[in-house]
């Protein structure tokens, strides 16, 4: 039996569709929320099992504190699931300081500062996964999500590199990249007035809004099905690094990368030609 510890639980998302997998699994689940009474009532049918931890992933002591009662409920944490996030949208040039530290802050730091909390424990024990939640986005940048991409750029960065740290501590990372799926995550949109500080970008972000609306629920995308081939890729002999989610997210990364080696190919002679002679 092992314990997960996932961020950001919000019903009809990807926390709650990690918890669920494993508790069917036969698991017992630590649960952060910034709204615990959303999650009361579900997790009463689990009993002991599930713990549900209000804690705002951008306060480094309620990280601390929730890392703390969970091991002290529990006696570990098995699996990390750095689920907690979301998408504010903007031009690169307009959006506002605050807005993009905003951005980071959840998206990236947060990340950092979960998994610090929780790698003590791991390394102690000598075994552990952490899932990191990234998105397409972070593998091709989208178009009035540019802060957004660079964020999750970074993570899986941080992804890569911590990886290969941790491996021979026993302890596996993979980042996983779901394009759009049908969360809650869209549906803010209708809500939220376009703010930019420079007119010139208006029309391309009110483009951006109005296809998050005409999109929301209407994903492709299953969050218990992708959060079901999570699983099934950390079950693998050799599980991969990275796991795209979605078929559209999945050949739209394929589309990009496959362009990137192109664009980098055909500078080949310019790259190669800055290094010193060959004496």
Known sequence: MKTWFITGGTPGGFGMAYAEAALDDGDR?????RRPEELEPWARQYGDRVLILPADVTDRKAVEQAVRATEEHFGSIDVLVNNAGRGWYGSIEGMADAEVRRIFELNFFAVLTVIRAVLPGMRARGGGWIVNMSSVAGLRGVEGFGYYSAAKSALEAVTEVLRAEVAPLGIQVMAVEPGAFRTRAYAGFADEAVEE?????????????????DQDGKQPGDPRRG??????????????RRLVLGSAGFDAVVTTLEGALDDIRGSAALSRGADFPVT
């Open 227 to 240: 959060a079901r081939a999570v699983i099934a890729a950390m079950g693998q002999e050799t599980p991969p």
């Open 29 to 33: 689940v630590a649960l952060t929320t």
């Open 197 to 213: 500080t420079i007119p010139t970008y208006l029309p391309m972000l009110e483009k951006v809004r109005t296809a998050m609306i």
